[in-house]
């Protein structure tokens, strides 16, 4: 499955950036509720577990279901996309004003049942007058979180009152665990902006765009950028104007997408310092078949034709003056240690450049050239 963005302009000022605490603290919750998954964060998920009232942590485990799946859009109205950055008091508020009814309708559609946005959503009325509808729902949450089976019943019985124990949990959450760390959080993302702002200025989307994940795969054609991320659930949708990037210290390993029914409003991103850490080193002789593979003018010429849309082995020889034969034999090269992947339509098999490898050569690389430390010498 895959999701699929098209922006309908190469042009820089398509992109944006934005930060937001609330939206830091809600992905620090997930990590917290899905901790398995974030292996780089282990260390800070034990401290933080370590530091939290025995109450608060009560409280992390009740409302775990909130954060363990599909993150419901309760939050996604206080991000302050366009404006400038707000505080998380600030933010705070906008998810306080929402309606108990709203609130709940949310959660339990899209936390519990796992509905999207452009899915048919069941209305609290429908919910609470269907005994059906509540057991599917309860049955759904000892699946997914079994410490949630309370806190849910208590949201389809009182959804005044959970709301209430929910943003009062959820301050506190910000208080205790994330507002002591915010000012160093803060200048990691503001520093992360400015480089990849530079990289905008010098290079355009394109570039940005690549370097948010290795997984995320860019083609250029014409005036448009087409982004294809595979994912479990499927979507095509056409990028905000602007589209705005957020960095993030949580997101790892995977992208973060806030949107609508149409548009896709924004991506969230690890900053660099994950994106380094998770890099598992590259094998000597990998790194020598990736280098053999991408040191031949054809082969070079093949990846950059490749990069703008997907071609054949056909259309390839016709561009570069070369035989049909020997472009199959650049391209299983190249295919053979993952530059390409292939699709069949209709009579003809198509390539696809595939940026991974070219993020293993610079790992590899980096990690081959990097000086050894000094010994340190005592007298």
């Given amino acids: 499955m895959t999701r699929i963005i098209h922006l309908d302009s190469p042009q820089a000022e398509r992109l944006a950036f934005s930060y937001s605490p609330l939206q830091e603290a809600v992905r620090s919750l997930q990590v917290l509720a899905k901790s398995k998954y974030h292996p780089l964060h282990l260390a800070w998920v034990l401290q933080i577990r370590q530091q939290m009232p025995v109450a608060l942590r009560a409280e992390v485990s009740a409302f775990g279901i909130i954060f363990a799946r599909m993150i419901p859009d309760i939050f996604a109205s206080s991000l302050s996309l366009g404006s400038d950055f707000l505080p998380f008091t600030e933010e705070f508020r906008v998810t306080q004003e929402l309606a108990a009814q709203d609130y709940a309708e949310r959660v339990l559609n899209q936390a519990i049942l796992g509905h999207d946005m452009d899915e048919l959503n069941y209305p609290l009325e429908q919910i609470s007058s269907s005994p059906e509808l509540q057991e599917q729902i309860l049955a759904q949450t000892a699946e997914i979180h079994p410490a949630s089976v309370q806190m849910v019943q208590e949201l389809l019985t009182n959804p005044q009152r959970s709301q209430e124990r929910f943003l009062a949990f959820f301050l506190q959450y910000w208080e205790v665990c994330l507002a002591p760390q915010w000012p160093q959080l803060e200048e990691l993302l503001l520093r992360d902006i400015q480089q990849r702002g530079q990289l905008l200025f010098e290079y355009g989307p394109r570039e940005v765009l690549s370097s948010l994940a290795p997984q995320l795969n860019i083609y250029e054609e014409e005036n448009n950028i087409t982004m ?79 990069s703008q849309r997907p071609r054949s082995t056909r259309e390839l020889a016709g561009l570069l003056g070369l035989s049909e034969a020997g472009i199959s034999k650049h391209v299983k090269m190249l295919q053979d240690v993952g530059f ?31 000086p050894a430390q000094d010994e340190e010498i005592t007298s």
């Avoid at 660099?272 to 082969?299: I, S």
């Avoid at 069949?344 to 610079?362: A, G, H, K």
């Fill in 340 to 370: 390409l992947r292939s699709e069949r339509s209709s009579y003809y098999v198509l390539y696809q450049s595939v940026r991974d490898p070219l993020s293993e050569i610079t790992r590899g690389l980096d990690r081959l050239l990097q």
């Fill in 228 to 306: 294809l991320y595979p994912a479990q659930g499927h979507w095509e949708k056409k990028a905000g104007n602007p589209l705005f990037l957020i960095p993030s210290s949580y997101v790892w390993p995977r992208l973060s997408f806030i949107y609508g029914r149409d548009v896709l409003h924004a991506i969230a991103y690890s900053i660099k310092q994950y994106h380094e850490e998770g890099n598992a080193p590259v094998p000597p002789e990998r790194l020598l078949k990736l280098l053999r593979a991408a040191g031949d003018t054809t082969r070079m010429q093949i990846l950059q034709l490749l």
